[in-house]
């Protein structure tokens, strides 16, 4: 029977906006949506911005795959967001997107937030099973958009 090494996961609060990090989003990002990548000063502001933690995922070193966790303030306390989870698909199956999630969670608890909120296209069965499993609750909503731009 063959051994095969224990694969590293590390994930980290993205601090530093350099041509790895660019070159990952430019990378990851056609994975998930039709939206364009983020240029370098894009994610600048994204990682300089205090209401909002950019999380890496590291395989092995190398960055497979990210989430997006904003917090704002409204009357009634703080909300709290997860958006933009994305995994390489040649990284996918190895609790990468579990990994990613509880960090979050972790620290939307730290920062006091009651809740953490989140969309997933039902298309996204994978993700829907975990967040499922990971205790999200799905809400009896409708969820509205209004295009500001196309």
């Given at each position: 029977m063959?051994?095969?090494?224990?694969?590293?996961?590390e994930?980290?609060?993205?601090t530093?906006?350099?041509?790895?990090?660019?070159a990952a989003?430019?990378?990851l990002?056609?994975?998930?949506?039709?939206?364009?990548?983020p240029?370098?000063?894009q994610?600048?502001?994204?990682?300089?911005?205090?209401?909002?933690?950019?999380?890496?995922a590291?395989?092995?070193?190398?960055i497979?795959?990210?989430?997006t966790?904003a917090?704002?303030r409204?009357?009634?306390?703080t909300?709290?967001w997860?958006?933009?989870?994305?995994?390489?698909?040649?990284?996918?199956?190895?609790?990468?997107?579990?990994?990613l999630?509880?960090c979050?969670?972790?620290?939307?608890?730290r920062?006091?937030?009651k809740?953490?909120a989140l969309?997933?296209?039902p298309?996204?069965?994978?993700a829907?099973r975990?967040?499922?499993?990971?205790g999200?609750?799905?809400?009896e909503?409708n969820v509205?958009?209004?295009?500001?731009?196309?």
């Open positions: 063959a051994h095969t090494p224990e694969r590293t996961i994930i980290v609060e993205a530093l906006v350099d041509e790895e990090l660019v989003f430019a990378r990002i056609p994975q998930l949506s039709s939206s364009p990548s240029s370098a000063a994610l600048e502001a994204l990682v300089g911005d205090d209401d909002t933690v950019l999380f890496l590291r395989l092995d070193g190398a497979v795959g990210s989430l966790l917090f704002y409204i009357p009634t306390g909300k709290t997860i958006e933009d989870v994305v995994v390489d698909e040649s990284a996918r199956g190895h609790g990468i997107g579990e990994s999630t509880r979050a969670l972790d620290e939307a608890r920062r006091g937030s809740d953490v969309t997933s296209r298309s996204r069965e994978a829907n975990l967040y499922g499993r990971l999200f609750e799905q809400r909503t509205y958009r209004y295009r500001l731009q196309n």
